[in-house]
């Protein structure tokens, strides 16, 4: 144990110490491997290191949130040059099998499974140790890292396992609550469902006091604070964001009632003024800078120091004839957002106004460029679960009836420049999904739950049809040895 815990927490966090100064990270070397796990600090510091190590490329700071999964979520404008695409043409078509994305997706599963084992070992050890805590520290630890738990079971399960809807009781994942190293045995994905909901809702008990409840999120602390533990709640899982999660959880185990229940409880705070719609002036009133990611909306985010590095590898037009990820010209300027009634879509859509910039006759995807002012905390952000979500839930979940959602549709539409629809359908809410989401990583996994085709381009008969073959990813090589 000491050896896998000492290779995570000197060589993996050594090399973010100098990223995120929001999580008030200092060098690992200075601190000995009993003291982190013998004081308050040194708990902070280990969960510190596990948001980071978040960020890396297999996991939310490239395959799953821009890359990889949005690809599979038709996000992109894929090409079938190899010289210029490469293993990407083999991903649009699904074909999971080749070496590359065999082996892709292994390190996409290792390292999940490797910081939900660092999650067990920091709840172990907070259970039996005799640190005195300050405050709620010790209930906010144990919480959060609880919910990062769950957050990385889910991912694994929404990737890996059958499709929910159709096939609950399928072999799915394993599901780890205690640190191990002998690999435990797959679980159906109903029973892993269960565990899922169950960490959420102990989390949110021990994140009942937490900060944000009574003063938000905090992202301005005194000169004098001796730490920052308390501040920047949208940079960790808080109360708010393990109701989100739980929301979007629900919602893909098929469990309307609570969905809704959970979706409008972040609303109801939204509307406290806890996390306010982004202020028009920010995005559309200053085109030099605007908040492209809609700060104030991001219920939970990452921070990546180098974020714009997600759009230097990915987005930037000075790429060509290098590959660079965007929309499909047709279906973004006629479908997505301009497709009038029968899509909702709408070209004065702050989404795609301030999003979406035009070099020659292409638009290319700006979400994660660079703000002038690169020192503010808002150019650090990766959004993981944001307020125009909530709103997009709420209305699935109401009613058996899509079109009672309706007035959640639009109030949410309202915040984003356009006028409110008419009437609601399931195809308008996924094309709503798709302005709200694009560039996060949650598409894939919207067609996935309700088992749709996958919108690639405006041309229908292009879209490929919803299958087991195209929604569940094989289990990597890692796993089936074992």
């Known amino acids: 144990m000491k050896k896998i815990f000492t290779l995570f927490a000197i060589l993996s966090l050594m090399t973010a110490v100098s990223c995120d100064a929001w999580l008030d990270v200092k060098p690992y070397d200075k601190m000995a491997e009993d003291e982190l796990l013998s004081s308050e600090e040194g ?29 599979m979520g038709g996000a992109y404008a894929v090409g079938t040059d190899n010289s210029v695409w490469g293993n990407y043409a083999d991903l649009a078509e699904y074909e999971y099998g080749t070496e590359y994305w065999r082996a892709r997706m292994n390190e996409t599963w290792n390292k999940a499974y490797s910081l939900i084992l660092n999650c067990n070992l920091l709840l172990e050890n907070l259970e039996s ?45 394993p599901y780890y609550k205690k640190y191990t190293l002998v690999p435990n045995a797959l679980l159906p994905a109903s029973e892993v469902a269960s565990e899922i909901m169950n960490d959420l809702q102990e989390a949110r008990i021990l994140l009942a006091n937490d900060p944000i409840v009574t003063s938000g999120t905090m992202t301005t602390p005194p000169a004098d604070a001796s730490s920052v ?130 070099t020659g006759a292409n638009r ?61 359908t399931r195809e308008i809410l996924q094309y709503e999904y798709i302005r709200e989401l694009y560039g996060e990583g949650q598409l894939f996994f919207m067609y996935k739950r309700m088992f749709t085709p996958v919108l690639f381009t405006s041309n229908a008969n292009r879209n490929p049809q919803p299958s087991d073959a195209i929604f569940v990813v094989p289990l990597p090589d890692s796993e089936t040895d074992n």
């Open 129 to 173: 140790t005799g640190v005195k805590f300050s405050g709620d520290n010790m209930k906010v630890i144990k919480g959060e890292a609880i919910a990062l738990r769950a957050m990385l079971h889910f991912d694994m399960l929404r990737l890996f396992g059958p499709v929910y809807s159709r096939n609950p009781q399928a072999l799915s994942i």
């Open 364 to 424: 290319y995807f700006y979400k994660y460029s660079d703000m002038n002012d690169t020192g503010n905390i808002c150019n650090t952000m990766i959004p993981m679960i944001r307020l125009g979500e909530m709103y997009l839930i709420a209305a699935e979940s109401r009613s058996e009836d899509i079109g009672s959602g309706l007035a959640y549709v639009n109030a949410l539409r309202s915040n984003r420049g356009v006028n409110g629809l008419q009437s609601l």
């Open 229 to 358: 533990f308390m501040y920047y709640r949208n940079l960790r899982l808080n109360y708010y964001a393990v109701t989100g999660l739980m929301a979007r959880c629900a919602l893909y185990f098929g469990d309307r009632e609570s969905a809704y229940e959970y979706s409008t409880e972040v609303i109801d705070a939204s509307n406290a003024g806890i996390f306010p719609f982004v202020d028009k002036s920010l995005v559309t009133g200053s085109p030099d800078d605007p908040d492209r990611i809609f700060s104030s909306e991001v219920i939970f985010a990452l921070t990546h120091s180098q974020r714009n590095t997600l759009f230097k590898s990915y987005f930037d037009p000075s790429r060509i004839p290098n590959y660079v990820f965007r929309m499909d010209n047709d279906l973004m300027s006629n479908v997505v957002f301009g497709g009038g009634a029968m899509t909702g879509g709408n070209q004065d859509d702050y989404r795609y106004r301030v999003n979406w910039v035009a």
């Open 43 to 71: 708990f902070i510091k280990f969960l510190n290191g596990i948001y980071i190590e978040l960020n890396r490329d297999m996991l939310y700071g490239g395959a799953l949130s821009v890359e990889m999964v949005e690809i």
